[in-house]
């Protein structure tokens, strides 16, 4: 695609073989060319761009550029002075096309799009260029180079702006129905949210049980509520509805479809079940690490992990010499992580053991102690204050536990003493990490749901986007996206019910404008694209008499992979055409050489 300056710089131009919808607000036509007006917006963000890039500077090289009508600067554009400020100017200049150059698309591109739709233009005629992260905070102490690149990355934008068609969204229904997989507390607090919205819901568990580990521990928090008691009252609000539909000792074994229309296949008792749904959440819980071989784990019995010492004070037993070593196969190579919860329950457990016997000895080994939160850290002191001790050790000295008949001795060195101490104990209690669980790696290819080098889920963004996976209509809660203790779980579980209850509740979604298409005249139907879809989002379909690849666009998320894998160029990407793609090469190529003589 070729384009050609119109003499006057400011009073706009005209591409060639640009043709189909909407042209937006200022745009005319002459004899098959479009004329374009590109406004051009630079953004201070504060200092976080101003104090590394000359921003007065870029934008007076915007004004240079071909195809720019009108190109200024707001100190926040996001802010509502500064979104007034371009809606103005678009009003004012009779632009067409915008270009931001600020800070990150993922947080602000929503907001630039919806002003450019106020304003009268389609808001995919808007392209945002990062000039923050990209340029002002990689390049902090080199203001100059910067600077220029700045100006490279605007003249890009505005190459790609300048051949950006209007696109338009669509809608689709929505199946009135969730699914919730895992029956831990966090799976059955989203489960029952759902149901009391009226919303009918399927809750699949692989063991019979209901509650997952909080069916083996006596009380949670600080505040010491009964465990058994709150999984029970949960239990008992989901049964007593009859939109909740509990699958027992099932699993979810196959997933079909996008957001708002799936098909899960139940694997139960009874053979499959297929369930038509609007939502899917994933709460499949977390287990406990078994420490084989550490401390003499499995080789003397007075050596156990915190839920079996939860067992034994659930049967009403109270060891009265205990010794407990935390971070056990944890903060170590192989498994990096703080599992966070283990050291508030080995301050839970030591309090609970001090107060059932007054004349108990209870001794807490630690590397550190991560009570986070201010009931956590009452709790630490609470634990402090009512006798029990504790000693530090660092991973190059750990602990050894060595046996003595029916009790055991663990000699470490306390670093804080700076000496060896030898402890006698009934009992040994090793804080574990928790771990994903076993078929993590099965329901993330189910969902087609990324998890990170641990196997935990991880969520599209934790802070703009919690509980949400980056398949869309695919939600996640509890200890399955990191191990978080029992009040988080049910916080979560509810977030995850509001979050997946918003389309199943406006019963439409609105199916994202830039995906792929497919050219049936150049497509040799090979498949390749087939293949290379990792949202299962293309088919092989007859197509008058012609075999040709169909992007599905309510499943396609617009990531081009398919573009890619095709070898006769008959598969393209809505917004980022190779035309487009091209200019902003030759734009940046241009700019290069300016800017080297």
Same mark, same amino acid.
């Given at each position: 695609?070729?384009?050609?300056?119109?003499?006057?710089?400011?009073?706009?131009?005209?591409?060639?073989?640009?043709?189909?919808?909407?042209?937006?607000?200022?745009?005319?036509?002459?004899?098959?060319?479009?004329?374009?007006?590109?406004?051009?917006?630079?953004?201070?963000?504060?200092?976080? +761009?101003?104090?590394?890039?000359?921003?007065?500077?870029?934008?007076?090289?915007?004004?240079?550029?071909?195809?720019?009508?009108?190109?200024?600067?707001? $100190?926040?554009?996001?802010?509502? @002075?500064?979104?007034?400020?371009?809606?103005?100017?678009?009003?004012?200049?009779?632009?067409?096309?915008?270009?931001?150059?600020?800070?990150?698309?993922?947080?602000?591109?929503?907001?630039?799009?919806?002003?450019?739709?106020?304003?009268?233009?389609?808001?995919?005629?808007?392209?945002?260029?990062?000039? /923050?992260?990209?340029?002002?905070?990689?390049?902090?102490?080199?203001?100059?180079?910067?600077?220029?690149?700045?100006?490279?990355?605007?003249?890009?934008?505005?190459?790609?702006?300048?051949?950006?068609?209007?696109?338009?969204?669509?809608?689709?229904?929505?199946?009135?129905?969730?699914?919730?997989?895992?029956?831990?507390?966090?799976?059955?607090?989203?489960?029952?949210?759902?149901?009391?919205?009226?919303?009918?819901?399927?809750?699949?568990?692989?063991?019979?049980?209901?509650?997952?580990?909080?069916?083996? +521990?006596?009380?949670?928090?600080?505040?010491?509520?009964?465990? /058994?008691?709150?999984?029970?009252?949960?239990?008992?609000?989901?049964?007593?509805?009859?939109?909740?539909?509990?699958?027992?000792?099932?699993?979810?074994?196959?997933?079909?479809?996008?957001?708002?229309?799936?098909?899960?296949?139940?694997?139960?008792?009874?053979?499959?079940?297929?369930?038509?749904?609007?939502?899917?959440?994933?709460?499949?819980?977390?287990?406990?690490?078994?420490?084989?071989?550490?401390?003499?784990?499995?080789?003397?019995?007075?050596?156990?992990?915190?839920?079996? $010492?939860?067992?034994? $004070?659930?049967?009403?037993?109270?060891?009265?010499?205990?010794?407990?070593?935390?971070?056990? %196969?944890?903060?170590?190579?192989?498994?990096?992580?703080?599992?966070?919860?283990?050291?508030?329950?080995?301050?839970?457990?030591?309090?609970?053991?001090?107060?059932?016997?007054?004349?108990?000895?209870?001794?807490?080994?630690?590397?550190?102690?991560?009570?986070?939160?201010?009931?956590?850290?009452?709790?630490?002191? @609470?634990?402090?204050?009512?006798?029990?001790?504790?000693?530090?050790?660092?991973?190059?000295?750990?602990?050894?536990?060595?046996?003595?008949?029916?009790?055991?001795?663990?000699?470490?060195?306390?670093?804080?003493?700076?000496?060896?101490?030898?402890?006698?104990?009934?009992?040994?209690?090793?804080?574990?990490?928790?771990?994903?669980?076993?078929?993590?790696?099965?329901?993330?290819?189910?969902?087609?749901?990324?998890?990170?080098?641990?196997?935990?889920? $991880?969520?599209?963004?934790?802070?703009? /986007?919690?509980?949400?996976?980056?398949?869309?209509?695919?939600?996640?809660?509890?200890?399955?996206?990191?191990?978080?203790?029992?009040?988080?779980?049910?916080?979560?579980?509810?977030?995850?019910?509001?979050?997946?209850?918003?389309?199943?509740?406006? %019963?439409?979604?609105? +199916?994202?404008?830039?995906?792929?298409?497919?050219?049936? @005249?150049?497509?040799?139907?090979?498949?390749?694209?087939?293949?290379?879809?990792?949202?299962?989002?293309? @088919?092989?379909?007859?197509?008058?008499?012609?075999?040709?690849?169909?992007?599905?666009?309510?499943?396609?998320? %617009?990531?081009?992979?398919?573009?890619?894998?095709?070898?006769?160029?008959?598969?393209?990407?809505?917004?980022?055409?190779?035309?487009?793609?091209?200019?902003?090469?030759?734009?940046?190529?241009?700019?290069?050489?300016?800017?080297?003589?």
């Amino acid at each position: 695609m070729r384009l050609r300056q119109r003499p006057h710089r400011h009073t706009g131009f005209r591409i060639s073989g640009v043709s189909g919808g909407r042209t937006g607000r200022g745009a005319r036509r002459w004899g098959g060319q479009m004329m374009v007006r590109i406004g051009v917006f630079i953004c201070h963000c504060g200092h976080n +761009i101003a104090s590394v890039v000359d921003v007065e500077e870029v934008v007076e090289y915007a004004k240079t550029l071909p195809w720019v009508a009108h190109a200024g600067h707001n $100190l926040y554009s996001c802010s509502e @002075e500064g979104l007034g400020s371009i809606k103005r100017s678009i009003t004012e200049n009779k632009l067409d096309r915008v270009v931001v150059a600020a800070c990150t698309p993922r947080t602000h591109e929503p907001l630039f799009r919806r002003a450019c739709e106020q304003a009268g233009i389609n808001k995919y005629l808007f392209e945002f260029v990062n000039i /923050r992260e990209h340029c002002s905070w990689i390049h902090a102490k080199e203001p100059k180079e910067a600077t220029e690149k700045a100006k490279k990355l605007v003249a890009m934008g505005v190459a790609k702006a300048a051949l950006l068609k209007p696109q338009t969204e669509s809608e689709a229904g929505v199946i009135p129905t969730a699914v919730v997989i895992g029956g831990g507390i966090s799976g059955l607090v989203a489960a029952a949210s759902l149901v009391e919205q009226g919303i009918e819901t399927h809750l699949v568990e692989q063991t019979g049980r209901l509650g997952g580990l909080l069916c083996d +521990i006596t009380t949670i928090g600080p505040e010491g509520r009964d465990a /058994r008691t709150l999984v029970k009252d949960v239990v008992q609000r989901l049964e007593a509805s009859p939109k909740a539909h509990i699958h027992r000792k099932a699993r979810v074994s196959d997933v079909k479809g996008f957001i708002g229309s799936f098909e899960v296949t139940i694997e139960g008792c009874d053979g499959p079940t297929k369930v038509p749904a609007g939502a899917i959440i994933v709460a499949t819980g977390t287990r406990e690490f078994v420490p084989t071989g550490e401390y003499g784990f499995g080789k003397h019995p007075q050596v156990i992990t915190q839920l079996e $010492l939860e067992r034994k $004070l659930a049967r009403g037993e109270k060891p009265k010499r205990v010794v407990f070593i935390t971070c056990v %196969g944890s903060r170590q190579p192989g498994r990096e992580y703080c599992s966070r919860v283990c050291c508030n329950v080995t301050l839970k457990n030591a309090l609970a053991l001090s107060k059932a016997s007054p004349d108990s000895r209870i001794r807490i080994i630690h590397r550190d102690i991560m009570s986070s939160g201010s009931a956590a850290e009452k709790l630490y002191k @609470e634990t402090s204050d009512s006798g029990v001790r504790f000693l530090r050790y660092g991973l190059e000295r750990p602990p050894e536990v060595v046996s003595d008949g029916d009790r055991v001795n663990v000699i470490v060195y306390d670093e804080t003493l700076d000496e060896v101490v030898s402890l006698d104990a009934d009992l040994v209690v090793l804080a574990v990490p928790m771990l994903p669980p076993d078929d993590s790696e099965v329901t993330g290819k189910l969902l087609k749901v990324p998890r990170d080098k641990f196997g935990f889920f $991880l969520e599209a963004h934790v802070k703009l /986007r919690p509980v949400e996976f980056s398949t869309d209509g695919v939600f996640i809660c509890g200890s399955a996206r990191w191990p978080v203790n029992a009040r988080e779980c049910i916080w979560q579980g509810m977030a995850a019910a509001a979050k997946a209850s918003i389309p199943i509740k406006e %019963g439409k979604v609105v +199916i994202q404008a830039i995906t792929a298409e497919v050219d049936p @005249e150049k497509c040799a139907a090979c498949g390749n694209c087939v293949l290379a879809c990792p949202y299962e989002a293309i @088919e092989i379909v007859d197509q008058d008499g012609n075999r040709a690849a169909k992007v599905n666009e309510a499943q396609c998320k %617009g990531c081009g992979t398919c573009v890619a894998a095709c070898h006769n160029d008959a598969v393209s990407q809505k917004g980022f055409t190779s035309g487009q793609l091209g200019a902003m090469i030759d734009a940046l190529v241009k700019a290069s050489l300016e800017g080297s003589r």
